[in-house]
């Protein structure tokens, strides 16, 4: 049972545009969100977070916006550039748990 | 600093076989995860280990085994290698076993069972 969804496997986006990805999720006791970013021959690497007290977290050109009702989040790259062209999976968890729930990712390719 | 080192980074076994995967957390990290990762899915979380004890487990058989050491590395154990236990392998590292914790993952370490 899927419990984190990311239903577009791939999304191309023209460099300097914005890029969206999104991510849906089923249980709603997940309390705290992740994006991590992968690339070939690497292990996943943190991006950024949510906590599911706040609706918006930014990081430099990175914002995830989450969607408690509609269980729902996303990841907003502004401007993307070619360098961001990765595997990204979406994550969650509960407090108190010991595990991530990932997605089964979006391969993002930023065309120069 | 050296982040989470795993080995082997490639490995070939045949069915029946057994293999064992091996991680270094990052240097003050007490927590060890184990995931694994099928080609197009999402890493599946497969155990959690802090102060050399389990401190979760998920949804594999029994033939996955593993343990940590006084030096916080840990070893991965697959008996019975089956030709669906191929994928990449991946130890990620964390201070303490929250969930909140951000994990730093390996490389992985890529199984082929033929």
């Known amino acids: 049972d899927q419990q984190v969804k990311q239903n577009s496997p791939s999304l191309s986006v023209q460099e300097g545009r914005i890029s969206i990805l999104n991510c849906d999720y089923t249980n709603s006791m997940f309390d705290y969100f992740l994006w991590y970013k992968k690339y070939p021959a690497e292990g996943p690497t943190f991006l950024i977070s949510?906590?599911?007290?706040?609706d918006k977290n930014e990081d430099g050109r990175f914002t995830v916006f989450l969607n408690k009702s509609a269980k729902h989040l996303s990841l907003h790259i502004v401007p993307s550039q070619p360098g961001d062209s990765a595997v990204y999976f979406c994550a969650a968890s509960t407090t108190g748990a010991n595990n991530l729930f990932f997605g089964t990712g979006t391969r993002l390719t930023v065309i120069p | 600093d050296a982040g989470v080192t795993q080995s082997p980074t490639h490995l070939i076994k045949t069915r029946g076989q057994h293999v064992t995967l091996r991680c270094s957390p990052i240097s003050g990290h007490k927590s060890v995860s184990w995931y694994q990762q099928v080609l197009g899915q999402g890493p599946q979380f497969i155990f959690q280990?802090?102060?050399?004890?389990?401190?979760g487990r998920g949804n594999f058989p029994d033939r996955f085994s593993a343990r940590q050491f006084p030096n916080y590395s840990s070893e991965l154990n697959v008996n019975a290698l089956l030709l669906g236990d191929s994928a990449l392998y991946l130890c990620?590292?964390?201070?303490?076993?929250?969930?909140?914790?951000?994990?730093?993952f390996g490389a992985g370490s890529r199984l082929t069972v033929l």
């Open positions: 280990y802090y102060e050399k004890e389990e401190r």
């Open positions: 949510i906590s599911s007290i706040k």
């Open positions: 990620a590292s964390s201070l303490d076993p929250s969930g909140a914790n951000v994990l730093t």
